[in-house]
């Protein structure tokens, strides 16, 4: 399932807990797609604590806590990380994360935490939600098998990484122009991870974010360079990437496409890619200013000059999801959606 549609769930299932109608969820997926963030992402939208557990370094008294003898009977000292109401809040996301890779031991005193919401005498308070996630077995990483009756105390959703969904999330989060062309131009190298080879740096979603923190460490240092976005995602896709970002020197004049000027569209399907990224780059910096309708209008005029029409349409999707619906009223939008009606029905 797509990161957005997890979201989505995610969103509702939260919700749901001030109705009563909550269900845990299990999240599974390979490592680097972004299944921690997610669950980060719905608690800060929704602005609510989210505890996050890492039930792999765990020990079961790590859980269940630590018993004590009052008078002549033995009571359990709970964890301090446990959602408490009045030290967290009503509401919040219990995230135990790395479910998978805990022993089970630990999966065992989980058991009632997750289907009864409790733990001997505390519960966990009404207004929070239960996730967890987990690597498959196949993914190369420490895991066991999921008990069924721990398996049986979830829904399960299993993520998918979409090209679409990232490039989203990427504009928001103002990760380098760059890597979002590259990533349009080489839509495979999004994730490329094959347990059968065990690499140690591999392209991620993850990893992506981190050669966008490489970019903005080493682009002043060519020596070091290519050597930084290798150490990310990998000898062949880090030789890739800075291939890529040389040749972008040969982009068209931005500035002219926004002032209105008669600029041809590159034939180099590259640096047609990348140039439909950095024209989303300029119309999402443009949103809210006095300028928008003007700068989303050139974009539009030029999204009509690309040889392949399907181009126009990448660049108009990007905007529109980063923007919003305030390109449909854009005069330029109207004359654009005419020229490429035939590709949006067939």
């Known amino acids: 399932m797509r990161p957005a549609q ?57 859980l269940r806590g630590i018993p004590f003898r009052v008078d002549d009977k033995v009571e359990w000292a709970l964890p301090s990380m446990l959602p408490d109401a009045e030290r967290h809040g009503p509401a919040g996301i219990l995230f135990l994360d790395e479910i998978t890779s805990a022993p089970p031991s630990v999966s065992a005193a989980a058991y009632q935490l997750i289907l009864d919401r409790k733990l001997g005498d505390y519960e966990v308070p009404d207004g929070w939600a239960i996730f967890a996630a987990g690597n498959r077995q196949g993914d190369r990483g420490v895991t066991y098998t999921m008990p ?72 002043d240092h060519p020596e070091l360079f290519q050597g930084s976005l290798q150490a990310c995602v990998g000898p062949a896709a880090g030789i890739e990437l800075n291939a890529f970002i040389q040749n972008m020197e040969n982009m068209p004049d931005l500035d002219a496409i926004i002032a209105g000027e008669e600029v041809a569209a590159p034939k180099e399907i590259d640096l047609q890619y990348a140039t439909a990224t950095a024209l989303v780059g300029r119309a999402i910096r443009a949103k809210d200013t006095a300028e928008a309708v003007h700068v989303y209008g050139r974009i539009l005029d030029f999204a009509r000059r690309f040889p392949q029409r399907e181009m126009g349409v990448m660049l108009v999707s990007d905007m529109h999801r980063a923007i919003g619906e305030d390109l449909f009223e854009v005069p330029e939008f109207a004359g654009w959606a005419d020229a490429i009606a035939d590709i949006m029905l067939y």
């Open 6 to 62: 997890i979201s989505q769930i995610l969103n509702k299932e939260f919700e749901s807990t001030e109705h009563g109608y909550h269900t845990p969820v299990m999240i599974w997926g390979p490592p680097g797609v972004g299944k921690s963030q997610i669950v980060a992402q719905v608690a800060s939208r929704h602005e609510v604590p989210a505890i996050d557990i890492r039930l792999s370094q765990m020990e079961p008294s790590d």
């Open 148 to 219: 069924a009756p721990l398996a049986n105390r979830f829904q399960h959703y299993e993520l998918e990484v979409n090209l679409d969904d990232w490039v989203a999330w990427a504009y928001a989060c103002e990760i380098d122009e760059r890597i979002i062309a590259f990533l349009r131009f080489r839509p495979e190298l999004l994730f490329d991870f094959d347990p059968a080879h065990n690499p140690v740096a591999f392209p991620s979603p993850r990893s992506w974010e981190f050669t966008h923190n490489a970019l903005q460490k080493f682009s």
